[in-house]
């Protein structure tokens, strides 16, 4: 079970001029309020804030109320909550991988006719085909993709060198990862060697499995995918980094702080994290970013993480103005201050081609390129069918936590994952 999430409201005010994407869209002559949700303000409150101010120069008749919860997870359950009792915000953003179940469950809306109501081709507008993929589900287009990532390396450059390492040649495979890891654990003084997000979600633990080759389910979605070599081989290295590389069993929110402070050598995050590392780390070492090593060179793939805009507002009015908010967030101009103020990769393929939004950003700014190197081996974050999908996440993030717990062998928590997933299968004739 999630603890209900702590929720943080913010009240912006908003302002003057045309909506600069939805020509076709009559714009609102009274106010409207539209209350707006996401999660992890821990990543994105700045990113929104920028959003909000930008949008409140174009927009004067839209007051945007902000609801927050913590992650994705708690999210997805707090709209699942809302639903229930007709409560649902005007437009939340949430992980691609749950976006299936609010499809399934007729809760999102199909935003395809929107789109083509403003260009035949949304690709002219930077929605191109494999963008909108990312949150195409329930055989409509479920969401806008806001932000993409995938997960990466973050080093103390430092702690490499005290190590014996070589920051300018970081290791490209696991092994050598893992040795580096344990050499920078036997420093002592403190110092730990390695982390892994083991924690939160499936996400991390899909880029293993995805990384040997594996998937989270067979092509049929009949069975688990990961019972076999791939799913244990990701098992095995988890443990492996207890037991080789020195990590320690703590909360993401205690790593990414023992990393800032110098005391943790490797962390393997989403690149969503950049801009917060860079803040975290100051002056206190040298950080480096890096990609994230996959256990098949030839298979291997990472999955794409991140949040897509789902539009759940019934009134006209108010489904209007959540469309216009919805539509600047996923523009060039929107996603170009999400990136800023993130660590995320854009969605809009205007914002990715044309110079005038990031192209002089990531000259300047080298720590965010190692996500944009592995854009060729990133496919989308599997989403698990069915009304159990919640369940599913919390139970692979229960079993992993005995391998890092260090109270069960890698057979032991992929035969228990295994068959505990299957249970919340949906059942098929």
């Known amino acids: 079970m999630f603890a209900s999430p702590q929720l943080s409201r913010r009240v912006a005010l908003s302002a003057p001029a045309a909506m600069l994407f939805a020509p076709r869209i009559l714009r609102a002559q009274a106010p409207v309020e539209i209350t707006v949700h996401y999660a992890q303000p821990f990543i994105y409150k700045e990113a929104y804030g920028a959003l909000l101010a930008a949008f409140a120069r174009r927009e004067p008749n839209i007051k945007v109320n902000y609801v927050t919860t913590p992650n994705y997870e708690e999210g997805a359950q707090l709209i699942l909550r809302q639903a229930a009792t007709n409560q649902l915000p005007d437009l939340s953003y949430q992980g691609f991988n749950r976006l299936r179940v609010f499809a399934e469950r007729g809760i999102a809306q199909d935003l395809l006719p929107l789109l083509k109501a403003e260009a035949t081709d949304p690709a002219t507008a930077g929605y191109t ?103 244990l081989g990701a098992i095995r290295l988890i443990d492996r980094m207890v037991k080789e590389g020195g990590m320690p069993n703590l909360s993401a929110a205690a790593a990414r702080q023992a990393f800032t402070a110098g005391k943790l050598g490797i962390i393997f995050q989403t690149t969503a994290l950049v801009r917060g590392m860079v803040a975290g780390a100051g002056n206190n070492f040298v950080l480096r970013t890096t990609g994230m090593p996959v256990i098949d060179p030839g298979k291997g793939r990472l999955p794409t993480g991140g949040a897509a805009g789902m539009l759940t507002a019934k009134d006209p ?83 992993l936590a005995r391998i890092v717990e260090q109270r069960a062998t890698p057979e032991e928590v992929q035969r228990d994952m295994a068959a505990e997933v299957r249970r919340l299968l949906p059942r098929r004739s």
Request: net charge negative; with cysteine; aromatic share 14%.
């Open 129 to 231: 085909p494999n963008l909108l993929a990312l949150a195409h589900f329930g055989g409509f287009q479920s969401g806008l993709a806001f932000a993409a990532s995938n997960p990466v390396t973050y080093y103390n450059a430092d702690l490499v060198r005290r190590a014996g390492g070589d920051p300018d040649n970081f290791p490209t495979n696991w092994n050598d990862v893992l040795q580096l890891a344990g050499r920078i654990d036997r420093l002592g003084d403190g110092n730990e060697g390695m982390w892994f997000t083991w924690n939160g979600d499936d996400w991390m633990f899909s880029a293993l499995l995805f990384g040997h080759g594996g998937r989270m389910l067979t092509e049929d979605e009949r069975d688990v995918g990961f019972a076999g070599p791939e799913g």
């Open 317 to 399: 009015a108010k489904r209007d103005a959540a469309w216009k908010f919805l539509r600047f967030s996923t523009g060039p101009e929107g996603q170009a201050l999400m990136v800023r103020n993130t660590g995320y990769l854009p969605c809009n393929q205007i914002a990715i081609d044309d110079p005038q939004y990031l192209g002089e950003f990531y000259r300047a700014n080298p720590l965010f390129m190692a996500a944009v190197r592995q854009i060729p081996i990133s496919i989308p974050w599997y989403a698990f069918p069915g009304t159990n999908s919640v369940r599913v996440t919390q139970t692979m993030v229960d079993n």
